[in-house]
């Protein structure tokens, strides 16, 4: 029929690229501003743009296209005004309740608080957190553009005097080509492009979004752990020492360097004894608590170090191998309760699922068990029908004990376990923890901002600070006769009923 497929494909690319990536520009812009600014302004003027942009995605969107391309005549610039017109309400939408959620976050709440006037807080604040949301939202707009341009011009709504992939696809439908063998060379050719050029955008969305997004720029997926050949440290076993942390460091990637957060840390935790690590917010406590249970968040490193439990290396576990140990050999005690538990499960769920996730038991068993647990911890058996929300800051303190040791663990983490509770509950927790450590003979690490409560509950403590240990000895010893500078502004912080002997002849001297 005298076509040129290959030459209309190069020129019709020019036309479906240009209405694709201009009608994105124009949508993304008009709904980004009108949802940055309807949620942040917020009141009437919100209330008024929301209706508008909702009388827009009610309407149907192809019959729209049609009866005002048609009035308004076909060409480019008619299918970039009824693309625009159809899609900017949903992004709108999207990009309002970004701002919103940005608006009462406690950031901004703070900044408002100190005097921050709207410009520096749209600016530092609100345009950083929704610009990442523009990526996604234009790459969505140029493919959604492209498919509606090819929509529109499959039905001689185009511009018949310039060529796009969709006009091919008019011309091979108005000369019989689906009918006919000409389908493969006439029709498939510009559907392929425009599926290509579909997922071009998509990909290249996906990399930018990844580049300003500091959430996903920092992501790296997780190495699958492969089964190694693990030995046992006859020494260690020898010494009944339960856990031993040899040379442990730990690195983040920031800037195209390793920056370490934590560096040669050397413990050891024997059978049956509590050792505390104390620390400022930031000295690597946790980072340390979660490299033994070998759950470092990506993109974390361990250039070198080695973790052994019973004798034996943890960082030659495999995936499988770790499951087992995590929750049946070594048992972890949240710092923040609410967070750890779901709250649309009830606790006797949740225990079930812990106690099932390592053991096969009949209905009955289950059952016993985790009144069992219960009662451990403090709380009554009917208390397992209950949610999160139900229940106080202490007995939500108490659920997450209880899942700690619903399998019998011989070795506890306690990483804050008392964080965010009144003194009161934080003194019953801490009772609790020594008296199930010594019924249960559980080997233990405690962590903890609060000195007074870890020399009460630990046989041995280390301090941390900059991700070094950089003292540590018997807790009492270390409270009474450590030189450390650092120990020794934490032992000095703590308050007193009674001055000091030292002080006391000081002053009378």
């Known amino acids: 029929m005298g076509q040129d497929i290959l030459a209309e494909l190069a020129v019709g690319a020019r036309t479906s690229l240009f209405i694709g ?6 949508a993304t812009l008009i709904g980004g501003i009108v949802g940055v600014l309807s949620g942040y302004i917020g009141g009437r003027f919100e209330q008024l743009m929301m209706r508008i942009i909702d009388v827009v995605l009610t309407l149907p969107y192809l019959p729209l296209m049609i009866v005002v391309a048609v009035y308004m005549g076909p060409g480019v610039f008619t299918q970039i005004f009824v693309i625009t017109l159809v899609m ?3 992004k709108a939408r999207q990009i309002r309740a970004q701002t919103l959620s940005i608006k009462s976050a406690g950031p901004v709440l703070a900044a408002k608080t100190m005097g921050a006037s709207d410009f520096y807080i749209f600016k530092k604040h609100i345009l950083p957190g929704v610009f990442p949301l523009f990526i996604p939202q234009f790459v969505g707009a140029v493919n959604a553009s492209i498919l509606m341009e090819s929509s529109l011009s499959f039905l001689g709504m185009g511009d018949p005097t310039m060529k796009s992939w969709g006009s091919i696809l008019y011309y091979a439908n108005s000369r019989s080509g ?8 006439w029709i498939i050719p510009p559907g392929i492009c425009i599926v290509l050029v579909v997922l071009a955008f998509s990909f290249m969305g996906y990399y930018l979004e990844e580049k300003v997004n500091p959430r996903l720029s920092a992501y790296t997926a997780a190495q699958k752990r492969v089964k190694q050949q693990i030995t046992v440290n006859e020494e260690l076993v020898a010494q009944n020492i339960a856990l031993a942390v040899r040379d442990l460091s730990v690195k983040y990637p920031k800037n195209g360097k390793f920056t370490t957060v934590v560096s040669d840390v050397r413990f050891d935790v024997k059978q049956g004894e509590v050792l505390g690590i104390v620390g400022e917010s930031g000295s690597g406590k946790t980072t340390v608590a979660s490299a033994i249970i070998q759950q470092l968040r990506s993109p974390a490193h361990v250039p070198h ?5 019973e004798g034996r290396d943890l960082q030659l576990f495999s995936d499988e ?5 995590r929750g049946q050999q070594i048992g972890y005690i949240a710092q923040a309760a609410m967070n750890a538990l779901n709250p649309v499960v009830s ?3 949740q225990l079930k699922e812990a106690l099932l996730a390592h053991q096969t038991l009949s209905t009955k068993e289950i059952d016993e068990r985790i009144d069992e647990a219960l009662i451990q911890v403090g709380l009554e058996p009917k208390w397992r029908y209950a949610f999160s929300h139900e229940l106080s800051g202490g007995m939500r303190q108490r659920v997450i004990i209880a899942m700690a040791l619903i399998n019998k663990p011989r070795f506890v983490i306690a990483d804050e376990p008392t964080t965010g509770l009144d003194v009161m509950v934080q003194v019953e ?8 450590q010594r019924e249960l003979n559980l080997s233990m690490i405690f962590i903890s901002h609060d000195l007074p409560a870890v020399l009460s509950i630990t046989d041995r403590l280390i301090i941390m600070k900059y991700g070094h240990i950089v003292d540590e000895g018997p807790s009492k010893a270390l409270a009474k006769t450590s030189t450390h500078p650092y120990t020794r502004r934490l032992i000095d912080a703590i308050p007193l009923l009674q001055p000091r002997k030292e002080e006391v002849r000081d002053v009378v001297h």
């Not at 689906?178 to 060379?185: H, K, V």
């Open 429 to 436: 927790i801490i009772q609790l923890l020594r008296k199930l």
């Open 88 to 90: 900017w309400a949903g």
């Open 347 to 349: 606790v006797e769920k």
């Open 21 to 26: 990536i201009m009608t994105a520009i124009l």
């Open 178 to 185: 689906f009918l006919t063998d000409a389908w493969i060379w």
């Open 305 to 309: 170090g080695a973790i052994y439990f």
């Open 321 to 325: 191998e770790i499951r087992e140990v």
